[in-house]
T-cell receptor, first 111, second 115 residues
């Protein structure tokens, strides 16, 4: 079946630390991959996406590369800020609109 | 452009009462989704519509839940009667083939507490 597995949180980092949130997937066919971010009290917002193997999605200093050989889409940021504290969701899309979300990883950045 | 608009933002109701959640999708989007988010189960797709027609309601938990989309700019999710285990955040989202990469856009959610 189709599924997304992401690392359990919470992840607690100091400001300016390097961030990695792991995400692996299982899918039939060739899914598109996404990272969404949810700030406290808000809905999910698209952070970045990649639609085919070896694509790199990037936004706001975050980036993730679609690795077909390892079925992974790990989220990275070189220097996190307190304002990056949020819950991050990895997701895949099969076909046009069937999205499958991971369980979310809470990130807490301390000043 | 206005985003997906949901109401109410917060609802506290007593067990057994009817709850109606409302959603206005982004203008021009012809797909509308209802999701439920809980700590235990994460984000679950309940139902989605295309051009106001329900396409997949396999995620609707039971007959107490119903969703309608009477026109392109409005949808409701109704729970009758409500139970404490329905307490969750309910998100509406919309999309269209014209949206960049078929991205779905989420509303801010309706936070439901059933006591």
């Amino acid at each position: 079946g189709n599924s997304v597995t992401q690392m359990e949180g919470p992840v607690t980092l100091s400001e300016e630390a390097f961030l990695t949130i792991n995400c692996t997937y299982t899918a039939t066919g060739y899914p598109s991959l996404f990272w969404y971010v949810q700030y406290p009290g808000e809905g999910l917002q698209l952070l970045l996406k990649a639609t085919k193997a070896d694509d790199k999605g990037s936004n706001k200093g975050f980036e993730a590369t679609y690795r077909k050989e390892t079925t992974s889409f790990h989220l990275e940021k070189g220097s996190v800020q307190v304002s990056d504290s949020a819950v991050y969701f990895c997701a895949l899309r099969i076909g046009t609109y069937k999205y499958i979300f991971g369980t979310g990883t809470r990130l807490k950045v301390l000043a | 452009d206005a985003g997906v608009i949901q109401s109410p933002r917060h609802e506290v109701t007593e067990m057994g009462q009817e709850v109606t959640l409302r959603c206005k999708p982004i203008s021009g989007h012809d797909y509308l989704f209802w999701y439920r988010q809980t700590m235990m189960r994460g984000l679950e797709l309940l139902i989605y519509f295309n051009n106001n027609v329900p396409i997949d309601d396999s995620g609707m938990p039971e007959d107490r839940f119903s969703a309608k989309m009477p026109n392109a700019s409005f949808s409701t999710l109704k729970i009758q009667p409500s139970e404490p285990r329905d307490s969750a955040v309910y998100f509406c989202a919309s999309s269209s083939p014209g949206a960049v990469g078929n991205t779905i856009y989420f509303g801010e959610g309706s936070w439901l507490t059933v006591v």
